[in-house]
């Protein structure tokens, strides 16, 4: 694998968050505490140091399940009439949603007997169009400045605020945040970015399980055809490490000698790596992989792996990558988009 280049290094210290194709920057010093698994319907939390947090929550009303027979045929008909074209989409009613979503608000100051009192502006388009929105601030048990929107290319609703007390710069917070944040991607990969962990999968791959430990990171996701990519990243490497090589850590604490993956030397974000290929070994092994490509045409029988220390913060990181024969090249491109340094 080629040499891989870092991006370019950013003018001031920022957190870039990814979470389900949503994206955002916000302080350094922010961390997601709060998440959902589901990529449809979802909420995101993001903390900060003192008493601010950002709230975002989203749905997708295209990719809703049905509820009715009608419904799944319409459904279905509307994806026909629209294959091989972009097929922009109606907005549902934002301020109905909106207004549902600050009397839970209320709800809440209540109980904390504060009064509450909200504000939200007209209804504006954005982004060439592509958005329509709603700006909205709140004060009671706090006070908040966020955004409703509807995107037309993805079909997600989104709601996003800041939340502060007394004299948080929460207008400041809220302008970097609305300035930034996406709701898809815009190259067909999804950012995955928290902690210090930032990284790029195809959106094509569903997060199926995470670990998120302080000395511990692990996303897991999977694709049709059975599929299956990790991404992996452990603290303080020269202790973790210890005595093994990066070579030894693929076959002992990946998946390198299951599959028997043969070992080869690389450079990564410019440091020393190690590259595994192997297959499919066992019956059992084979067995799993036809049962999880069920429906598909290809079976992934290919096992590539990377691993490599970044000595700048001192993280050992690792990508494997369960394969069919067609994703030829996918680990090196999700490596040369894992950031380390």
């Known amino acids: 694998m080629p040499e891989v280049t870092q991006r370019a290094a950013r003018s001031e210290p920022r957190s870039v968050v990814g979470w389900q194709g949503l994206t955002f920057e ?8 709060g998440f959902s698994m589901d990529r449809d319907e979802g909420y995101l939390k993001v903390d900060s140091p003192g008493t601010m947090f950002v709230q975002v929550k989203w749905s997708n009303r295209s990719r809703r399940r049905p509820r009715s027979l009608f419904e799944a045929l319409y459904a279905a008909w509307k994806r026909r009439k629209g294959a091989g074209e972009h097929v922009p989409q109606e907005p549902p009613d934002l301020r109905a949603t909106l207004e549902e979503f600050l009397k839970q608000t209320r709800k809440q100051s209540r109980k904390q007997r ?6 939200v502006k007209p209804e504006t388009v954005e982004h060439g169009g592509e958005r329509v929105a709603h700006n909205f601030s709140w004060t009671g048990g706090g006070h908040a400045q966020g955004k409703m929107w509807f995107c037309r290319t993805c079909g997600r609703s989104v709601i996003a605020q800041v939340v502060g007390q007394g004299k948080d710069n929460v207008a400041g917070i809220a302008s970097a945040l609305f300035s930034s944040i996406r709701d898809h991607s815009a190259d067909g990969w999804n950012t995955w970015a928290l902690y210090d962990l930032v990284a790029a999968v195809p959106e094509s791959f569903r997060l199926r399980a995470q670990k998120l430990m302080s000395g511990y990171l692990r996303l897991e996701f999977d694709r049709r055809g059975g599929e299956r990519l990790t991404i992996e990243r452990w603290g303080l490497a020269n202790v973790t490490r210890r005595k093994f090589t990066v070579a030894e850590w693929l076959q002992t604490m990946c998946e390198g000698s299951r599959h028997g993956a043969r070992t080869s030397a690389a450079s990564v974000h410019g440091h020393e790596a190690a590259l595994g290929a192997g297959r499919l070994r066992s019956l059992a092994a084979w067995a799993g992989a036809l049962r999880d490509a069920m429906g598909s045409r290809s079976v992934a029988s290919v ?3 990377c691993v490599w220390e970044c000595t700048e913060n001192n993280k050992l990181y690792a990508v494997q990558l369960w394969r069919t024969r067609k994703s030829e090249g996918l680990l090196d491109e999700v490596v040369a988009r894992c950031e380390c340094h």
């Open 303 to 305: 096992y590539d792996g």
């Open 114 to 119: 504060a009064p509450f009192e909200c504000k």
């Open 26 to 33: 916000l302080p350094a010093d922010w961390n997601v505490t």
